[in-house]
């Protein structure tokens, strides 16, 4: 497991209604990946997927092995501040997972432009904070995850596996970049994954 020293836990006020960390939890430079967590699980151990624990009725399935310790079936629609906030838990202070909220203000009101060393997001109060490139062979490395279950979705053990996610990364279109005026295209959206996933974290904190 990788560890943000606390000289790099910066705060950046975008102008939205919380400030955004400026690297991802592990990391300690803006263009650093980070670690990669399950959902409200701090320790960054990758559950691995066995048959033998597969059980397929309505309440169980493998997804559900991430929540706290991949053993309790059925988490909180949010975990936003509690102890099973992997930014709280890893940052301490004010720290916190974003909502879906606060993460669909950062597509929709932040401009992102990307360079050779990162993605960087103009926020409406002038000031940017960086993201990683994306790996090539790898869309996960910029799906981030929000500290709440989607519930927009209607199937209900999809409701109960769904987290919201949000995506900062570069527009492709059949394993190629998209382009513009000779520029790549930066694609951002709020979308969902299942909780057992491993995703990096972007933290947030009050003002």
Same mark, same amino acid.
């Given at each position: 497991?990788?560890? +943000? @020293?606390? *000289?790099?836990?910066?705060? =950046? #006020?975008?102008?939205?209604? &919380? ?5 991802? /939890? ?72 974003? +909502? @879906?909220? *606060?993460?669909?203000?950062? =597509? #929709?009101?932040?401009?992102? &432009? ?5 993605? /960087? ?87």
């Amino acid at each position: 497991m990788l560890f +943000t @020293l606390p *000289e790099n836990r910066q705060a =950046v #006020d975008l102008g939205l209604s &919380v400030k955004w960390a400026t690297c991802n /939890i592990g990391a300690n430079k803006p263009t650093e990946k980070g670690n990669k967590y399950g959902w409200g699980d701090s320790s960054g151990v990758i559950y691995t997927f066995s048959f033998d624990d597969f059980i397929t009725d309505e309440n169980t399935d493998f997804h559900g092995y991430a929540y706290p310790k991949r053993l309790e079936p059925e988490p909180p629609t949010s975990i936003v501040g509690t102890r099973y906030d992997v930014a709280k838990q890893s940052w301490g202070g004010n720290w916190r997972m974003p +909502t @879906l909220l *606060e993460a669909q203000e950062l =597509v #929709d009101k932040c401009e992102f &432009v990307i360079r050779d060393n990162g993605i /960087i997001a103009f926020g409406p109060s002038g000031d940017s904070i960086v993201f990683p490139n994306p790996a090539k062979e790898s869309l996960n490395n910029y799906e981030y995850a929000a500290g709440e279950m989607d519930t927009r979705l209607i199937i209900k053990t999809d409701r109960r596996n769904t987290i919201c996610t949000f995506i900062i990364g570069q527009e492709m279109l059949n394993g190629s970049p998209v382009m513009v005026d000779g520029k790549p295209k930066v694609y951002s959206n709020t979308d969902n994954a299942f909780r057992s996933d491993m995703l990096p974290i972007r933290a947030v904190c009050d003002y």
